[in-house]
């Protein structure tokens, strides 16, 4: 059945009154002639601003959607925005008792066909998940895109019991987003309000750093915990070039009716993302809500359940524009082992008794834990860290290989340290000697134990790498990389640790067979409309102190500075990041953040600087934050934050 589109109706600032009074401000795009026939309602629930913040991304898909018969709603949650109220966490029980809320509030309305569906990317897509395992009755349908089911082990906080870098690089995003002021021509109390924010913000990393192992406070908004009570229909999306792209054959095979795409994207979603080739998302999303919003026979229920882009085997690049491929559905793999021996990747055991100890700044083209921002962020050339590291290598390859799904390293080694990381990573070398990273893993081994190592005693490990689908070329190697550091994704152990490898299989998923796919191409609703005040830019660059060793990573993000061409509000930011470490010294890892945030408006100059620092000594983790609010460039609000954390295991 062919969708007629309807003309739709915008309302900026939708007033949804919560339970306790707080008022969340949502923007609608709704047919005109709801009232006469009744929509479902597509929600998303977000803390990134529907004014100035995903403005680019609402106006491709939200409209979109509304032409073709849904109430496309997106909220600011409270604390965020044009809402009131603040912000504690995220992911809080308040936060999916608001999205209950609105659900209920939206499918009671009368232009409301009683069906709810619920979407996002990113948070979007974390709470959508944790919305659906409350299993309100009115919430039929999910798309869920780059998003996680286990907070802990696969998010920006920590990864195989390491503490990622991102936690407090993220963290200080948030401490800048969340700071921000209501656009003032929406709320008269913005000022009242932006002070209530500035005063109460909480420096999420202080609390993050609190909860070092998988508790309580991470199994909560972890669907892994609660798959039984999901009832709403699934749809998983991710990409090779984002962090988040494990969760999608997890829910495949956890769910019943859940279907999963991942393609060759980074943290983007798939109808304007990049690298190459684009699919068409909202046909597909389309799809998707129409059988389980409408009763509309699309057929989704019979499609693969999971949609995979093998991507060539290409160069080293810290970006790309396309990634050649094809499409897979419902692919079939077999295992094949590889013995990590003195001689390197073997189809045969043999014997192996090899030390490493990586220098501190091992890792440094790694590129970015979840590449975002569109700048150089994707892994460069390896082979700088695989000289830093053990490296195993197979002979060239007779035949193409193709890796699929999450391979698996298990390894017997030892430790001269009571705690000890691991990275590694599975590298594809070419006839020159350059090297692609496929995938990797790392791991903190005394989490994995749950107690410190004992210097010396053998150990059984076992890490999964990231799930990925990518060919190796016959003529080409396959390579086993092992670090004892990985900077600056993963904070360093206290002390260098030298770990001696005492045997190792490599377990890879070789494609046999899969069914082919095809997409329609990218379609979207007309673009967001701005004026350029100042462009986007985005470097990275690498810096080493001749004078005292120390080596750098230095990010530069300026988004840019543009006039909504609409409502004439005006905004820009700016983040900078830098990552010092001395090779020699983990305890020499310190990392700064810095956002600048402005905001226009009819006289109106406001401003936020927001900063943050970290480092450790052999026992806690210190952590400065500051942040200072201008209007007009006038001070208005200066707080300064320190925090000192006791290490553990970590």
């Known amino acids: 059945m062919k969708n007629t589109l309807r003309d739709i109706e915008e309302n900026p600032d ?15 795009w709704r047919p005109i002639d709801a009232m006469d026939e009744p929509v479902p309602v597509i929600l998303e629930h977000l803390p990134y601003r529907k004014r100035d913040g995903t403005c680019a991304r609402d106006a491709l898909t939200h409209p979109y959607f509304a032409a073709r018969g849904y109430a496309c709603l997106r909220v600011d949650m409270r604390g965020n925005g044009d809402s009131h109220g603040l912000m504690e966490d995220e992911y809080t029980q308040r936060e999916l008792d608001d999205a209950v809320a609105v659900i209920e509030w939206v499918a009671a309305q009368p232009w409301c066909n009683g069906r709810v569906g619920m979407m996002g990317i990113s948070w979007g897509g974390f709470n959508s998940l944790q919305v659906a395992a409350m299993a309100p009755e009115a919430l039929k349908a999910v798309i869920t895109l780059c998003s996680t089911v286990d907070r802990f082990n696969d998010d920006i906080h920590y990864k195989g019991g390491c503490l990622l870098n991102e936690n407090l690089g993220w963290g200080a995003t948030m401490w ?12 008269p109390d913005w000022r009242e309000t932006w002070m209530e924010r500035l005063e109460n913000e909480p420096f999420l990393p202080s609390v993050w750093l609190r909860h070092q192992a998988r508790d309580d406070y991470w199994k909560h908004g972890s669907v892994i915990e609660s798959y039984d009570t999901m009832k709403a229909k699934v749809l998983a999306i991710g990409g090779w070039g984002d962090a988040y792209k494990n969760a999608v054959p997890q829910l495949v095979a956890a769910l019943p009716g859940a279907k999963g795409i991942i393609g060759p994207w980074v943290h983007k979603y798939p109808h304007f993302a990049v690298p190459e080739p684009r699919i068409g998302f909202l046909q597909e999303a389309l799809r998707w809500w129409d059988k389980w919003l409408k009763d509309i026979d699309t057929g989704v229920e019979n499609d693969p359940g999971l949609r995979t882009y093998l991507m060539d085997g290409v160069r080293p690049a810290t970006w790309y524009t396309e990634r050649s491929g094809r499409w897979l559905a419902d692919a079939q793999s077999e295992v094949r082992k590889w013995h990590l021996t003195d001689g390197g990747l073997s189809n045969a055991p043999g014997s192996l008794d090899q030390t490493v100890a990586s220098p501190q700044d091992t890792g440094s083209d790694a590129g970015e ?8 962020e994707l892994p460069a050339d390896q082979r700088r ?11 060239p390859l007779e035949t193409d290989l193709s890796v699929t ?6 390894l017997t080694l030892s430790s001269d340290q009571p705690v000890a990381q691991l990275a590694v990573r599975l590298v594809h070398v070419h006839p020159d000697g350059a090297s692609t990273r496929i995938t990797y893993g790392v791991l903190n081994l005394a989490r994995y134990l749950g107690r410190p190592l004992v210097p010396g005693q053998s150990e059984e490990i076992e890490i999964a790498l990231d799930h990925i689908a990518y060919t190796v070329p016959a003529g080409h190697c396959l390579r086993v990389a092992i670090s004892t550091a990985y900077w600056p994704l993963i904070w360093p152990s206290p002390t260098r640790a030298t770990l001696t490898v005492l045997g190792g299989v490599l377990e890879i998923q070789e494609l046999r067979d899969a069914g082919d796919w095809t997409f329609p191409p990218p379609d979207a609703a007309p673009p967001w409309q701005t004026d350029e005040l100042r ?9 080493t102190d001749m004078v005292t060793g120390i080596t750098s990573l230095v990010i530069e993000d300026d988004f840019g500075k543009v006039r909504d061409s609409d409502h004439g509000l005006i905004a820009g930011s700016i983040a900078r990041e830098r990552w010092d470490i001395h090779p020699d010294d983990p305890l020499s890892a310190h990392g700064t953040c810095h956002w600048t945030d402005e905001l226009e408006r009819d006289g109106i100059a406001l401003r936020t600087e927001t900063r943050c620092e970290m480092w450790s000594d052999a026992t806690h983790f210190h952590l400065n934050a500051t942040l200072d609010a201008f209007e007009n460039d006038k001070t208005v ?14």
């Open 369 to 376: 834990y979840c590449a975002i921002w569109l700048g150089p």
């Open 14 to 28: 939708l007033a949804i009154t919560m339970p306790d009074g707080i008022r969340l401000s949502v923007r609608m």
């Open 405 to 410: 799904d999450a391979p698996r390293v298990c």
């Open 637 to 650: 609000y200066h707080r300064t934050i320190s925090d000192k954390v006791e290490r553990d295991l970590l």
């Open 176 to 187: 800048s987003y969340s700071s921000r002021a209501p656009d003032p021509a929406l709320r």
């Open 385 to 395: 860290d695989d000289a830093r590291g053990l490296c195993f290598d197979s002979k």
């Open 535 to 543: 462009a986007e830019t985005h470097t990275r660059r690498q810096e």
